[in-house]
């Protein structure tokens, strides 16, 4: 156990629909970051918060957007959803803001957009 | 085109053999991280090196960082069925934030 939590574990929607992953980072933890993995394009770097302001910004799209809260809980929300939007979601955290820091990976949550 | 390419793709051997696993790239990184992911669960840390040339250990699991810090491999010793995983290297440039993963390298050792 990581430490990282993340909810919902599976989600099935339809294309057009929006939906919002969380992810409760372990305690301590100030950075938050989220990655997006699928077969075709493995594990892709989307976005990092840093103790609730954004810090880097990787291959993520217009219609996906995301944010730490003071409690430093992170969501990120997926919108007008395509079918080429399923795929595992994970996010991490670590200590400090540092991308070479030991990140600690939740077990993500599987979106199917049908 | 990815930045960092794993090879090969799929191994499958049985308990006991060798094997290595290779991560290059053209790009020079600060740092290269290893990671081993099972089926449904996130990618957990292996090691980091952070300096060319490094080498380190950990059990029957060696990791090499090459000296012009471009490439890196990890090499396990006498596999068990444990081993079995997707391994995942990833860097860090030396200008950016940002963890880049290769495609990883699906490991089966069968008993």
């Known amino acids: 156990d990581s430490g990282v939590t993340q909810t919902p574990k599976h989600l099935i929607t339809a294309t057009g629909q929006r939906v919002t992953l969380r992810c409760s980072p372990r305690s301590g933890d100030l950075s938050v970051y989220w990655y997006q993995q699928s077969l075709d394009q493995g594990l892709q770097f989307l976005i990092q918060?840093?103790?609730?302001?954004?810090?880097a910004k990787g291959n993520i799209l217009e219609r996906f957007s995301a944010q730490q809260f003071p409690d430093l809980h992170s969501e990120l929300n997926l919108s007008s959803l395509e079918l080429g939007d399923s795929a595992l979601y994970f996010c991490?955290?670590?200590?400090?803001?540092?991308?070479?820091?030991?990140?600690?990976f939740g077990p993500g949550t599987r979106l199917l957009v049908l | 085109t990815q930045l960092l390419e794993q090879s090969p793709q799929f191994l499958s051997i049985q308990e006991g053999e060798n094997l290595t696993v290779y991560c290059n790239s053209s790009?020079?990184?600060?740092?290269l991280q290893w990671y081993r992911q099972e089926p449904g669960e996130g990618p957990v840390l292996l090691v980091t090196?952070?300096?060319?040339?490094e080498v380190k250990k950990l059990k029957r699991l060696t990791f090499q960082f090459g000296d012009a810090r471009k490439d890196s491999s990890l090499h396990i010793t006498a596999a068990q069925p444990g081993d079995t995983g997707l391994y995942l290297c990833?860097?860090?440039?030396?200008?950016?934030?940002?963890?880049?993963f290769g495609a990883g390298t699906i490991l089966r050792v069968k008993s």
């Open positions: 990833a860097g860090t440039m030396e200008y950016g934030n940002k963890l880049v």
């Open positions: 918060y840093y103790n609730g302001e954004e810090r």
């Open positions: 790009s020079v990184f600060s740092s």
């Open positions: 991490a955290s670590s200590v400090g803001g540092l991308a070479s820091e030991t990140q600690y």
């Open positions: 090196v952070v300096t060319g040339g």
